[in-house]
C-alpha cells in the first residue's frame, strides 16, 4: 500500500499509456496586476519561477505545445500529453478567445487532456458551462490557487480574494463534475506549523480531488523579497528536515482519497533567495517517504471526520 495517494497513480485510472503535463505560457494576465482587483500581483509571485524554456507568450499554444512534445519525446516516445495552461491566470479573459486557446491545444496531435491553473475568482458561471460540456469529452483538471485558508495570510500576500471565494470555486467546480485541484503554499509570514497544519483538515472538507503543496520560496523582483530584506523577523523559512516534519504532519491530517500531486517546487538557481536545498524534487519525495517509513506515518492517520 502507497504511504500517500500519489499523482500518478491516479493518472492510471484514466490513461493506459504515459501521460506528461507540457506548460503553456497562453498570453493571459491577472486581476491581480491589471487593476480590476488590485496592482502588482501577488507578493511572492515571479511567473518566470515555472515557465519551462520552451514556454513564452510570443510562440502559439500549438507551437509550444509541439516543442514541449520534442523535449519529451526523446525519452518516451509512445508518450500522450496535457496541455497544462499555467501562466498567471487562465480563466481570465474572453469566453470565446479562451475557448479558441483550450481547442487550439486539444487540436495539437498527442494531446488528449486539458489542465487549468486559474484563481477562485474568475469562474464565471458562462465558462464554466463550457469546460462541463468539454468535460464530458476529454480528460479535464480546473486547479485553484488557494494558497492559505486564513484570510489574514490572503490578505498580507495581496492575493485578492477570500478563502470563501476558493471553497464557492471549488464546490462549483465539483459539482460539475469537473475534476477540481488545490495549490497550498506551506510556511507563508505570520503562519505557524500548527496553523499550517489546521489548514489540512479545512481542505480536506472541500470536494478536491487533488492537492499541490509547496514551500515558500523568495524570489529575486518580488515584493515578498523586499519586505524579508527589510523584516527578516516576520518570515520562518524552513530548514529541509524541519520541512519534511510539516509536510508529513499535513499529509497525515489530510482526507485519505486526496491524490497528492507535489510536496516541494524548484525555482531557477538565478531567482532563488531562500531557501536552497539543493535537492531534486524526486530527492525530496523519497526522502518524505523515508521518514514516514520510520514514522509509521500515512495519508489519512490523523485525519477525522
Given at each position: 500500500?502507497?504511504l500517500?495517494?500519489?499523482?500518478p497513480?491516479?493518472?492510471?485510472r484514466?490513461?493506459?499509456?504515459k501521460?506528461q503535463?507540457?506548460?503553456?505560457?497562453?498570453?493571459?494576465?491577472c486581476?491581480?496586476?491589471?487593476?480590476?482587483?488590485?496592482?502588482?500581483?501577488?507578493?511572492?509571485?515571479?511567473n518566470?519561477?515555472?515557465?519551462?524554456d520552451?514556454?513564452?507568450?510570443?510562440?502559439?499554444?500549438?507551437?509550444q505545445?509541439?516543442?514541449?512534445k520534442?523535449?519529451?519525446?526523446?525519452?518516451?516516445?509512445?508518450?500522450?500529453?496535457?496541455a497544462?495552461?499555467?501562466?498567471?491566470t487562465?480563466?481570465?479573459?474572453?469566453?470565446?478567445?479562451?475557448k479558441?486557446?483550450?481547442?487550439?491545444?486539444l487540436?495539437?496531435?498527442?494531446?488528449?487532456g486539458l489542465?487549468?491553473g486559474?484563481?477562485?475568482d474568475?469562474?464565471?458561471d458562462?465558462?464554466?458551462?463550457?469546460?462541463?460540456?468539454i468535460n464530458?469529452?476529454?480528460?479535464?483538471?480546473v486547479?485553484?490557487?488557494?494558497?492559505s485558508?486564513?484570510d489574514e495570510?490572503l490578505?498580507?500576500?495581496?492575493?485578492?480574494?477570500?478563502f470563501?471565494?476558493a471553497?464557492?470555486?471549488?464546490?462549483?467546480?465539483?459539482?460539475?463534475?469537473i475534476?477540481?485541484?488545490?495549490?497550498v503554499?506551506?510556511?507563508?509570514?505570520?503562519?505557524?506549523?500548527?496553523?499550517?497544519?489546521?489548514?489540512?483538515?479545512?481542505?480536506?472538507?472541500l470536494?478536491?480531488?487533488?492537492?499541490?503543496m509547496h514551500?515558500?520560496q523568495?524570489?529575486r523582483?518580488?515584493?515578498m523579497a523586499?519586505?524579508?530584506?527589510?523584516?527578516?523577523e516576520?518570515?520562518?523559512?524552513?530548514?529541509?528536515?524541519?520541512?519534511?516534519d510539516?509536510?508529513?504532519?499535513?499529509i497525515e491530517?489530510?482526507r485519505?482519497?486526496?491524490?497528492?500531486?507535489?510536496?516541494?517546487?524548484?525555482?531557477?538557481?538565478?531567482l532563488?533567495?531562500?531557501?536552497?536545498?539543493?535537492?531534486k524534487?524526486?530527492e525530496?519525495?523519497?526522502r518524505?517517504?523515508?521518514?514516514?517509513?520510520?514514522?509509521?506515518a500515512?495519508q489519512?492517520?490523523?485525519y477525522?471526520?
Amino acid at each position: 500500500m502507497p504511504l500517500y495517494n500519489e499523482f500518478p497513480l491516479f493518472l492510471k485510472r484514466y490513461f493506459p499509456y504515459k501521460v506528461q503535463k507540457i506548460s503553456l505560457n497562453a498570453g493571459f494576465t491577472c486581476p491581480n496586476r491589471d487593476g480590476s482587483k488590485g496592482y502588482g500581483g501577488c507578493t511572492y509571485c515571479n511567473n518566470q519561477t515555472f515557465n519551462p524554456d520552451y514556454c513564452r507568450t510570443e510562440k502559439s499554444v500549438t507551437r509550444q505545445l509541439e516543442e514541449g512534445k520534442l523535449f519529451f519525446a526523446r525519452k518516451y516516445p509512445e508518450m500522450k500529453y496535457l496541455a497544462y495552461f499555467q501562466a498567471y491566470t487562465n480563466t481570465y479573459g474572453e469566453l470565446e478567445d479562451l475557448k479558441r486557446k483550450y481547442e487550439e491545444a486539444l487540436s495539437v496531435d498527442g494531446v488528449v487532456g486539458l489542465v487549468i491553473g486559474t484563481r477562485p475568482d474568475c469562474m464565471p458561471d458562462d465558462l464554466l458551462r463550457y469546460l462541463e460540456g468539454i468535460n464530458k469529452h476529454t480528460f479535464l483538471l480546473v486547479e485553484y490557487g488557494i494558497e492559505s485558508t486564513r484570510d489574514e495570510t490572503l490578505v498580507r500576500i495581496n492575493r485578492g480574494h477570500t478563502f470563501r471565494a476558493a471553497m464557492d470555486a471549488v464546490e462549483r467546480t465539483a459539482a460539475c463534475g469537473i475534476l477540481t485541484g488545490g495549490h497550498v503554499i506551506l510556511g507563508l509570514p505570520g503562519e505557524t506549523h500548527e496553523s499550517i497544519v489546521t489548514q489540512a483538515e479545512i481542505l480536506s472538507d472541500l470536494p478536491l480531488t487533488t492537492l499541490k503543496m509547496h514551500q515558500l520560496q523568495l524570489i529575486r523582483g518580488t515584493r515578498m523579497a523586499l519586505e524579508y530584506a527589510q523584516h527578516p523577523e516576520d518570515f520562518h523559512l524552513f530548514g529541509v528536515d524541519e520541512y519534511i516534519d510539516l509536510v508529513i504532519d499535513f499529509i497525515e491530517h489530510l482526507r485519505p482519497d486526496l491524490v497528492l500531486e507535489r510536496f516541494v517546487s524548484q525555482s531557477p538557481k538565478e531567482l532563488l533567495i531562500a531557501p536552497d536545498w539543493g535537492l531534486k524534487n524526486y530527492e525530496f519525495n523519497h526522502r518524505v517517504l523515508k521518514r514516514m517509513k520510520e514514522l509509521g506515518a500515512y495519508q489519512g492517520k490523523k485525519y477525522e471526520m
